[in-house]
C-alpha cells in the first residue's frame, strides 16, 4: 500500500501532505499504481494507464492547488493529446488525440497528474458501463453489480480508493448515476460553467458537462473552482461566483430552506422503495433541523422531455459516426459499432431537422418553468436513481430486442419504427431505472447526488438536489453540512476498499 495511508486521504488532503514535504510526490504516484494494479484486474475501471507520463510530469516542479496529486481521466471527450480516446468503440480502438481538450488542460493546471483513462460504455451512451469493446466496470460494494454510467469506470476507480478524483461528464445523469451507485458525491455544474473546447462549442446541445467523481465535497468544489470561467467559443456562459465553491462547501448555512421533494417518476413508472426511503429518511432529518419541506412535483412534462432528450440522442450519434469517418479516415459501418448504437444512428438520420428543434424548444420550456419553480423553493429533490444498481449483464438486450434491432439495423428500416410510436416506447425502457436525472441537464440547471443511504443489501443510494442555474454554490453548502451527518456514506467501508 506504500510509506503512508494513501487511500484514506482525499485530493485536498495528499496535496496537503506533499506541500508541508510530509510525504513525495513519488510515494503518492506509487501508491497509486499499486492500487490500480492490485484492483483493476478484478474492477476494471480503468482501459488505459499513463505511468511513464506521470512519472515524467511528477519530475517537474509543478505547483497548484492539487500539484502531485493523482487523477484519472474519463475516455470519452477528455483528450489528452498523443493518448488514446476510443470512447468506449472498437471504431475509435486505434485513434489517438491531436490536442488537449480544453478540460484537460484547464485541470493539468490544477497540477494534478495524469495515471490514465477510465472505461465507458460506447460514446457514453449507457447508464451502465459494459462495452463490448473494454468489457464490464464493477461496483467496488459488489463486483456482481454495475457502478453506473456512464462515467461508472471513473464511480468505480474512486470508490475503490485507485484515486481519490476521476474525471467524468454528465449528459443525462453521468455523473450522477455512479456517484449514487458508487456511495460518492457527484456534481453536474451549471451548463456553460465548464469548458467544451476546443473542437466544441457544445457536446450534446449543452446538456453534457464536464467535472469529476470525488469522494469528498471540498475535492469537487476546489477542482470547480480552478476550471469553471470563460471560455471563447462556447456555445453557453454563466455569469461567474465572486467565491470560491471550497470556500461554502467548508461554510455551514445558516439560514431556513424551502426544499421541494418528490418520489415519483416523472414517467409515471416503478420507483424502488428503497430509492423512495432515502428521500423521506434526509427530508425528515433536514425537516427536524427547522427546513421547510415540501412534497411538490416539478412543473414539468416529463415525458414529454423524455422523448425529446432521446430524439437529441439519435440526432448526435447519427452526427459522432459521420464525424468519425473523417476523423478515422474510413467509412464506419455497422459492424463497427453495438448493435444499439447503429440503431440510434439510423434514427437520427430518420429524424427531420423540425422534430429536433421541436425537441431543443421543449427544453427551453422545461428551463423556464424550473427557474420560476425555484423562485419559490430553494432546492428541488429527488431520487438519484428509480432503482438500485443492476447486476452486471441484468440489462442486456432481450432475444426479441436483439432480433428487432438486428433487422432494422440490416435492412436500414428504422424510419418505419417512428411511425408505430416506438421512440415512446425506447424513452419509457431506456430511462426506466434513471428517470430524475435527465432534467437538470435540458434545462442546464446544477444537480448533486449525494451518498446518504445504504439499501438492505448493502449498496449505496443517492439522493439528488437542483438548484436555480448558477447556484452551484447553495449546492456545496448544502453538501458540505450533509458531509458531517451520520447519514453520509463512509466509502473506506466498502468490501473493496477495506481489504489492504
Known amino acids: 500500500m506504500g510509506t503512508f495511508p494513501y487511500r484514506q486521504y482525499d485530493g485536498v488532503g495528499l496535496a496537503e501532505l506533499i506541500q508541508t514535504k510530509q510525504v513525495k510526490k513519488e510515494e503518492v504516484l506509487e501508491a497509486a499504481i499499486t492500487e490500480i494494479e492490485k484492483w483493476n484486474p478484478s474492477l476494471h475501471a480503468v482501459i488505459h494507464t499513463m505511468y511513464d507520463q506521470a512519472k515524467r510530469t511528477i519530475a517537474k516542479d509543478e505547483t497548484g492547488t492539487f500539484a502531485g496529486v493523482p487523477i484519472l481521466l474519463k475516455d470519452i471527450t477528455q483528450e489528452i493529446k498523443g493518448e488514446p480516446l476510443t470512447s468506449g468503440s472498437k471504431a475509435f480502438a486505434s485513434y489517438k488525440a491531436k490536442q488537449d481538450s480544453e478540460y484537460v488542460r484547464r485541470v493539468r493546471n490544477t497540477g494534478a497528474v495524469f495515471v490514465g483513462q477510465t472505461n465507458v460504455p460506447e460514446f457514453a451512451l449507457m447508464g451502465i458501463t459494459e462495452p463490448a469493446f473494454h468489457g464490464p466496470t464493477r461496483n467496488p460494494w459488489n463486483m456482481e453489480y454495475t457502478p453506473g454510467g456512464s462515467s461508472g469506470g471513473s464511480g468505480a476507480a474512486v470508490a475503490s480508493g485507485m484515486v481519490p478524483i476521476a474525471g467524468a461528464n454528465d449528459g443525462g445523469g453521468s455523473i450522477r448515476i455512479p456517484a449514487a451507485y458508487c456511495g460518492l458525491f457527484g456534481m453536474k455544474p451549471t451548463r456553460g460553467r465548464t469548458p467544451a473546447g476546443p473542437t466544441h462549442g457544445r457536446h450534446w446541445q449543452g446538456a453534457s458537462v464536464d467535472h469529476v467523481l470525488t469522494r469528498s465535497v471540498r475535492d469537487s468544489a476546489a477542482i470547480l473552482d480552478e476550471i469553471s470561467g470563460y471560455e471563447k467559443g462556447n456555445a453557453f456562459s ?37 430509492c423512495k426511503e432515502a428521500v423521506l429518511n434526509l427530508m425528515k432529518k433536514l425537516e427536524k433541523e427547522g427546513h421547510r419541506v415540501i412534497e411538490k412535483t416539478a412543473p414539468v412534462d416529463g415525458k414529454a422531455l423524455a422523448k425529446s432528450y432521446l430524439t437529441m440522442y439519435f440526432g448526435e450519434v447519427a452526427a459522432t459516426l459521420y464525424s468519425a469517418e473523417e476523423q478515422l479516415g474510413k467509412k464506419v459501418t455497422r459492424h463497427d459499432v453495438e448493435p444499439a448504437t447503429w440503431l440510434l444512428h439510423l434514427m437520427g438520420k430518420a429524424t427531420s431537422a423540425q422534430e429536433f428543434v421541436l425537441s431543443l424548444r421543449e427544453w427551453d420550456k422545461a428551463a423556464f418553468q424550473m427557474e420560476t419553480f425555484f423562485e419559490q423553493y430553494d432546492f428541488y429533490v429527488t431520487p438519484t436513481t428509480a432503482f438500485p444498481p443492476a447486476k452486471i449483464g441484468e440489462l442486456e438486450q432481450s432475444k426479441g430486442e436483439k432480433m428487432l434491432i438486428s433487422l432494422v439495423n440490416q435492412f436500414g428500416v428504422a424510419h418505419l419504427l417512428k411511425k408505430v410510436g416506438f421512440v415512446d416506447k425506447i424513452a ?16 442546464g ?29 447553495r449546492l456545496y453548502q448544502l453538501a458540505g453540512m450533509l458531509e458531517k451527518t451520520e447519514l453520509w456514506i463512509d466509502i473506506t467501508k466498502n468490501p473493496t476498499f477495506s481489504k489492504i
Do not use: W
Open 445 to 473: 440547471q446544477p444537480a448533486m447526488s449525494v451518498p446518504v443511504y445504504m439499501t438492505k443489501e448493502g449498496l449505496p443510494c443517492g439522493v439528488q438536489f437542483m438548484a436555480a442555474r448558477g447556484k452551484e454554490d
Open 428 to 443: 419509457e425502457t431506456s430511462l426506466l431505472r434513471t428517470p430524475f436525472t435527465q432534467l437538470a441537464n435540458l434545462t
Open 238 to 274: 454563466v455569469s461567474p461566483h465572486p467565491l470560491r465553491y471550497m470556500q461554502y462547501s467548508q461554510t455551514p448555512n445558516e439560514s431556513p430552506l424551502t426544499i421541494a421533494f418528490s418520489t415519483t417518476s416523472p414517467l409515471g413508472t416503478e420507483v424502488d422503495g428503497d
